[in-house]
């Protein structure tokens, strides 16, 4: 026997909810007059049409007998002519679609149809995606667990889940460029060899290309434009992209990978007040957006528009998504783009101003099923007081521009001095307190998506981004890049060398330095956009990771940035440090660290202010005596264009009890040995001076006494 819900009961959740011969249907609209549910069939027509009878609040519902999972629909609203909030032209000929919607049934493409000036009559269910009511959750997760990471070891990874497979030779040609594509054995097994422990995976939410892009023939290929917070984008699938995402998950777990995705809550694809009625703009404008005292949309990403999320309905929503692909596509964690936007709540003079207290904020601190994601901030929009790195929660990590700008800035030879490099490597303590945050919470990237690859930060001094069809004016032009005598692509064995060096130095810096990696997918294989730093729109071969045989240059950058990763892997990083003025770990004082000039001496003051310095040397080592199976490291940094004779330090505490007989007599201290160089011959101290000429722009690791060379590769 059927049974009908009884709506006097308790409210349904928001969406569709297949149940007793029939489906729940629920969607939020303060401000509409009448909504609508609309069936439609396997060919797209509409077959039934019914109005949601129901309400509590600003949650309108109806339950609707024979409905099965798999049913497509979509809501049309009604409103008073000119009722505020809601679009005139949003009448009920613009279908809508479901925030909650769990599954669309394709992708969605512009059409001057969805535009608001557009006739409001004019049916659009033709261009709409459709949703489709979920069924029971049958998808086996064969056992997979959440992998356990080190937050000190973690290593992140930004991929294009389209570009990373697209050219593939290994991947099968049906699955390249699909979320199947990196569950392939060899796609997993070079993420393994590379010692990645956290994929970070580029929007993958529903998103739609901008209408000018469009018109250009060209596509938003980033995916920072949603129209739906639920739903895995079709672009990337085969026949079910909730499933397919889901396997990609569970293949990446099972290597003992995490998976985040950078997630857009500060936005949508509807756009500015010219643009379209897709789903939010349709059901009650007001609710969903920010507008200031004239009418205007508030626009602090620069797309046009800023959701309201501080409104309780809009926060439930991000909430409810969060958790839905945390839980139910057991992802590891998120990163919030223009993460500042999501902090405004504090209205002045038609601004809305960033609040650390904010109810995102809030809530999400206080959610049980979130407390062990992991959460990463871009801390800044483009609105009124909208850097705020260093301000998010304790538990928050945040993508740091003070450390990619500094580390460019000193191995591009700027007068930056040595202090701001020094700090940015010790973990940026001035922005992140450390008495309250972890030494992991500075996300370290030296290249990310949005910029020059780091083959095209040494290879490029401009950005070259006319075909992106805004002449050129787009993307940023502060790259503090360099081309080392020649614009772009070159042969001249002396800038390949340079050019091989720089990256070397930029690469070996980050993963030396404390905080969290952040690496962009292909850089390893010096991945070239053609100075492109904006590539947004170029679903082309400019943004595919080229998979060709490596040529002897990149080859040795490669090999370079594998035993990079692998010495990390295998020794750790100075995350690990336990220093006197931090009681991070409950106890102090297990290790040392001493910052030297090139005499081996403690940096004076003075030198430490000096702007056109461009050499330092950190000592690390255990407190107390020498102990045979004690590890002792040396960094030695030189941003200069002359060699620097760097003068070993003769401490206590390095002295061996004998010195090393197959060496010969020498100095007092240990033996040390070069275990990585930015150059391809570094110089060993010599064994009668304690010295070496460090060579100009050059970075080396050093370890007092023998290690292991035997490092493995995979």
Known sequence: MTRKPQPHFHPP??????????????????????????????????TRRVELTHRIGMLWFVWVENVKAGQRYGFRVQAEKGHSGVHPHAGIGKLLVDPYARHLDRVLNWSIALHQSGNESEDTAAFIPKALVPGPDDFDWEGTRKPRINALKRVIYELHVKGFTQLHPEVPAHLRGKYLGLCEPAVIQYLKSLRITTVQLMPCM???TEPRLQDQGLSNYWGYNPYQFFTPDWRYAVEDPVREFRMMVRALHKAGIEVILDVVYNHTAEGADTDGVISFRGLDDALYYRRDSNGHLLNYSGCGNSLKIEEPAVLRLVMDSLR????????????????????REKPLHDNVFCDGQSKFLSAIAQDPTLQHALLIAE????????????????????????????????????????AELATRLMGSRDVFRKDLRPMTASINPVTYHDGFTLEDLVSYRRRHNEANGEEGRDGHAHNLSTNHGEEGPADDPDILARRL?????????????????????????????????????????????????????KQQFFSFFKRALNLRYRFGSINMLNLEDEAYFSHSGSHQHHWLDD????????RWRDPDLHFIALLLMDAGNYKPDSHRWMVLLNGSQEPVDFHWPSLPELEAPTPDPERGGGRPGPDWYCLISSIDKPCQP?????????????????????????????
């Open 379 to 418: 801390p800044w929009d483009i609105g009124p007081d909208g850097y705020q790195l260093g301000s998010f929660p304790p538990n928050w990590l945040e993508t740091n521009d003070r450390f990619r700008d500094a580390v460019r800035a000193f191995w591009r030879g700027d007068p930056v001095g040595v």
């Open 324 to 343: 839905y692909w945390y839980e139910d596509m057991q992802l590891d964690g998120f990163r919030f783009d223009l993460a500042a936007s999501l902090t």
């Open 206 to 208: 529903s998103f739609m």
């Open 686 to 714: 010599d064994e009668f001076s304690g010295t070496t000429r460090v060579p100009p722009f050059s970075l080396s690791l050093w370890h007092s006494g023998p290690v292991n060379d035997n490092l493995p590769e995979s």
């Open 599 to 606: 005499n081996g001496k403690t940096m004076s003051a003075g």
């Open 501 to 553: 060096q720089h990256k070397r130095n930029l690469i070996g810096t980050l993963l030396l330095s404390r905080g969290t990696p952040h690496f962009v997918a292909g850089d390893e294989r010096s991945r070239t956009q053609h100075g492109n730093n904006n590539a947004y729109c170029q679903d082309t071969p400019l943004s595919w990771l080229d998979w060709s045989p490596l040529d002897d240059h």
């Open 13 to 46: 959740a928001p969406g569709a909810t297949a149940e007793d011969g029939g489906c729940t249907f629920a969607v939020e609209s303060r401000r509409a007059t009448r909504i609508w549910v609309c069936l439609f069939d396997e060919n797209d027509l509409e």
